[in-house]
C-alpha cells in the first residue's frame, strides 16, 4: 500500500490490515478503477478513443444495473461484488466522469472547482470502502468524503510537477493569479517569488481537511479502523514534509519512509 503517490494508490489494495473477507472484493474495485485511470492516462489514444473506452465501460456498469451479464471478465467479477455487498453503482459512474474529466479539462479555475473533481475521484472510493464494510451512518460518509478529498489535495501537491507534464494543473487558477504565480513557473519548477506562501496555504486548508474527517478512525472498529488510521496519518505525515519544504516539491518531493510507517502503525495502533 502507498499513500498519496498516485490517484488509486491510497486504496488499500487487498492490505493485510483488512478482515480477509474484503480483501479480493477490494482488489476487484480497485482493479476497476486503475484500469479506468489507466484509459484516461496511459498510452498514446487520441481523447476520443479514451472517452469512448470510458463510455464502453459506463455500457458495462448499465448492465449490471439491468442485472444482465457483463461482455467482459473483470465486469462480470465486478458484479457479483456489487450484488454481494450492495455496493452503490453511482459511485463507480462519478469515478468514470472524473476519468473522462482528466481527457477534457486540465485547469481548474478555483477550489470549487477542484472540490468538485474531489467529489467525483476520490470520494467515491472511500465510499465504497464504507459500503463494503456495511458501514452506512451518515455522519461516516461526511468523514470520509473530507479524508478522501484531503488525500487527492495532498496527492496534487506532492505531484504538480508530474501532473504539469501531462499538461494538467489541478492547483486553483484564481488563487495562482493572487500570488502572481504563473504557468511559466510552474514550468520552470521555479519556488521562487511568492510560490512559498502559497504552498503554505494550499498545506494548510489540506490539513484541515483532513483533521474533520478524521474522527472516522475512530469510529469503524478493528482491522479496517486500523487500516483508516494508517491512511490518515500517512497523509498527515506527507503534508508535515511538504510544510518542511515550504513547498519545494520540486527537490523535496516527500514520499513515507519505512521509518515513517512504523512511526504510523504504532500510532495508528496507540490511537485506537
Same mark, same amino acid.
Given at each position: 500500500?502507498?499513500?498519496?503517490?498516485?490517484?488509486?494508490?491510497?486504496?488499500?489494495?487487498?492490505?493485510?490490515?483488512?478482515?480477509?473477507? +474484503?480483501?479480493?472484493?477490494? !482488489?476487484?474495485?480497485?482493479?476497476?478503477?486503475?484500469?479506468?485511470?489507466?484509459?484516461?492516462?496511459?498510452? %498514446?489514444?487520441?481523447?476520443?478513443?479514451?472517452?469512448? !473506452?470510458?463510455?464502453? =465501460?459506463?455500457?458495462?456498469?448499465?448492465?449490471?444495473?439491468?442485472?444482465?451479464?457483463?461482455?467482459?471478465?473483470?465486469?462480470?467479477?465486478?458484479?457479483?461484488?456489487? !450484488?454481494?455487498?450492495?455496493?452503490?453503482?453511482?459511485?463507480?459512474?462519478?469515478?468514470?466522469?472524473?476519468?473522462?474529466?482528466?481527457?477534457? @479539462?486540465?485547469?481548474?479555475?478555483?477550489?470549487?472547482?477542484?472540490?468538485? =473533481?474531489?467529489?467525483?475521484? &476520490?470520494?467515491?472510493?472511500?465510499?465504497?470502502?464504507?459500503?463494503?464494510?456495511?458501514?452506512?451512518?451518515?455522519? $461516516?460518509?461526511?468523514?470520509? %468524503?473530507?479524508?478522501?478529498? &484531503?488525500?487527492?489535495?495532498?496527492?496534487?501537491?506532492? %505531484?504538480? &510537477?508530474? %501532473?504539469?507534464? @501531462?499538461?494538467?494543473? =489541478?492547483?486553483?487558477?484564481?488563487?495562482?493569479?493572487?500570488?502572481?504565480?504563473?504557468?511559466?513557473?510552474?514550468?520552470?519548477?521555479?519556488?521562487?517569488?511568492?510560490?512559498?506562501?502559497?504552498? +503554505?496555504?494550499?498545506?494548510?486548508?489540506?490539513?484541515? +481537511?483532513?483533521?474533520?474527517?478524521?474522527?472516522?478512525?475512530?469510529?469503524? @472498529?478493528?482491522?479496517?479502523?486500523?487500516? +483508516?488510521?494508517?491512511?490518515?496519518?500517512?497523509?498527515?505525515?506527507?503534508?508535515?514534509?511538504?510544510?518542511? $519544504?515550504?513547498?519545494?516539491?520540486?527537490?523535496?518531493?516527500?514520499?513515507?519512509?519505512?521509518?515513517?510507517?512504523?512511526?504510523?502503525?504504532?500510532?495508528?495502533?496507540?490511537?485506537?
Amino acid at each position: 500500500m502507498s499513500m498519496a503517490t498516485d490517484h488509486y494508490e491510497n486504496f488499500p489494495v487487498a492490505s493485510i490490515l483488512l478482515p480477509r473477507r +474484503l480483501r479480493r472484493a477490494t !482488489a476487484i474495485v480497485y482493479r476497476f478503477a486503475r484500469s479506468a485511470d489507466d484509459i484516461a492516462d496511459e498510452g %498514446d489514444a487520441s481523447p476520443e478513443q479514451r472517452l469512448a !473506452a470510458l463510455d464502453a =465501460y459506463r455500457q458495462e456498469l448499465s448492465l449490471i444495473a439491468q442485472h444482465a451479464a457483463p461482455q467482459t471478465p473483470l465486469f462480470r467479477e465486478l458484479a457479483v461484488v456489487i !450484488a454481494r455487498h450492495d455496493l452503490p453503482l453511482q459511485a463507480f459512474y462519478d469515478l468514470l466522469d472524473a476519468f473522462s474529466q482528466d481527457v477534457v @479539462k486540465t485547469r481548474y479555475a478555483n477550489f470549487g472547482e477542484v472540490m468538485d =473533481y474531489c467529489k467525483k475521484s &476520490a470520494n467515491p472510493v472511500g465510499r465504497l470502502m464504507l459500503a463494503l464494510y456495511g458501514e452506512e451512518d451518515p455522519r $461516516s460518509l461526511t468523514y470520509s %468524503d473530507a479524508i478522501c478529498s &484531503a488525500l487527492q489535495i495532498i496527492n496534487f501537491l506532492q %505531484d504538480i &510537477a508530474i %501532473d504539469y507534464d @501531462k499538461q494538467r494543473i =489541478y492547483l486553483p487558477q484564481d488563487e495562482l493569479a493572487k500570488r502572481q504565480i504563473g504557468e511559466d513557473q510552474i514550468a520552470r519548477r521555479d519556488t521562487g517569488g511568492m510560490w512559498s506562501p502559497f504552498m +503554505l496555504g494550499q498545506i494548510e486548508r489540506a490539513r484541515k +481537511l483532513l483533521q474533520a474527517g478524521a474522527p472516522l478512525g475512530k469510529v469503524l @472498529k478493528g482491522r479496517i479502523g486500523l487500516e +483508516l488510521r494508517m491512511i490518515i496519518m500517512g497523509g498527515a505525515t506527507i503534508l508535515e514534509k511538504l510544510h518542511q $519544504s515550504k513547498g519545494d516539491i520540486y527537490t523535496q518531493r516527500p514520499v513515507l519512509t519505512p521509518r515513517d510507517w512504523v512511526k504510523m502503525l504504532y500510532r495508528a495502533i496507540r490511537a485506537k
